[in-house]
């Protein structure tokens, strides 16, 4: 048990549709990452967060959007879905220890992922 | 651009074989290097990492040594076993992200 808790496990839905897939990450952790893992694609990042705020942006398309919660859970809101985003989402959280890049370590604790399926 | 390349899979082995995952990266700077290893119906988690030239890390019987001037990180196991079928992932970290291989499959039979 990595500490991250993500849900739903499992998520069906259709075309067009909006969903939000939500992380708790390890107690302590204040960054969050979110991946996107399929199979012609591999394990892609779309975004991080750290203490609330936007840190870093990956391959993010335009409508997906995220947010960090003063309690630090995240959620990752997909909207307009198409069935090409059918894939697993992780979310990952991490400490880092101070500010910049200095203080990633790189050692991430991933969620069991939430599998979504677009129809 | 920074990246990473495995070599494809599956690597289907018999038990106690010898494992080798090649993994060669592209990056600026100097990057930390990492394997990470996702079981069957489970998150990723880090099997080891090394953070600069010559370092090796090791876990569980696995290791891999930053080689600098072949930027390579390749994974290595003396005696495999059924449990560590798994998908296993190369990873570098840059400026502060943490950019995964494809990833490569490895089953292991009786």
């Known amino acids: 048990d990595s500490g991250v808790t993500q849900t739903p496990k499992h998520l069906i839905t259709a075309t067009g549709q909006r969903v939000t897939l939500r992380c708790s990450p390890r107690?302590?952790?204040?960054?969050v990452y979110w991946y996107q893992q399929s199979l012609d694609q591999g394990l892609q990042f779309l975004i991080q967060?750290?203490?609330?705020?936007?840190?870093a942006k990956g391959n993010i398309l335009e409508r997906f959007s995220a947010q960090q919660f003063p309690d630090l859970h995240s959620e990752l809101n997909l909207s307009s879905l198409e069935l090409g985003d059918s894939a697993l989402y992780f979310c990952a959280s991490s400490v880092v220890a101070s500010g910049g890049y200095a203080g990633y370590t790189g050692e991430l604790f991933f969620g069991e992922g939430s599998r979504l399926t677009v129809l | 651009g920074n990246s990473v390349t495995q070599m494809e899979g599956p690597v289907t082995l018999s038990e106690e074989a010898f494992l080798t995952i090649n993994c060669t990266y592209t990056a600026t700077g100097y990057p930390s290097l990492f394997w990470y290893v996702q079981y069957p119906g489970e998150g990723l988690q880090l099997l080891l990492k090394?953070?600069?030239?010559?370092d090796k890390g090791s876990n569980k019987g696995f290791e891999a040594t930053y080689r600098k001037e072949t930027t390579s990180f390749h994974l290595e196991k003396g005696s495999v076993q059924v449990s560590d079928s798994a998908v296993y992932f190369c990873a570098l970290l840059v400026t502060g992200k943490l950019i995964f291989g494809q990833g490569t499959t490895l089953q292991v039979k009786p």
């Open positions: 090394a953070t600069k030239a010559d």
């Open positions: 107690s302590g952790d204040l960054s």
């Open positions: 967060y750290y203490n609330g705020e936007e840190r």
